[in-house]
Nanobody, 127 residues
Framework: SQFVESGGGLVQPGGSLRLSCRAS????????LGWFRQAPGKEREGASC????????YYADSVKGRFTISRDSAKNMMYLQMSSLKPEDTAVYYC?????????????????????WGQGTQVTVSS
């Protein structure tokens, strides 16, 4: 079971990209979902997540107001719409699925708890 990612690429500052992840071997609707990123020379960090219980979302301060996480249960997919991109958004982006824990939001969980991961897709923001 894993995610298959697509949608990365090279974009100019101020531009937009949409990342997609298709779940394979499991039903993503039953999981909390998250997007992580890892910039060159830095540790992987959480960017956003969405709870399966009520579709409430969380965004890191660095992406709040610019990124939007969503899920399409019918297609077994998740997305990250990114706009007003900055050079500091350059990173490999990973999608992931997390078994929900009753009474706990995805923002309160650790990256190590995620069950399924995508292979990563490169996003480069440069002029």
């Amino acid at each position: 079971s894993q995610f298959v990612e697509s949608g990365g690429g090279l974009v100019q500052p101020g531009g937009s990209l949409r990342l997609s992840c298709r779940a394979s071997g499991f039903t993503s609707d039953y999981y909390d979902l998250g997007w992580f990123r890892q910039a060159p020379g830095k540790e992987r960090e959480g960017a956003s997540c969405i709870n399966s219980s009520d579709n409430s979302t969380y965004y890191a301060d660095s992406v709040k107001g610019r990124f939007t996480i969503s899920r399409d249960s019918a297609k077994n997919m998740m997305y990250l719409q990114m706009s007003s991109l900055k050079p500091e958004d350059t990173a490999v982006y990973y999608c992931a699925a997390l078994t929900p824990l009753y009474g706990t939001k995805c923002s309160q969980r650790e990256m190590s708890e995620y069950d399924y991961w995508g292979q990563g897709t490169q996003v480069t923001v440069s002029s």
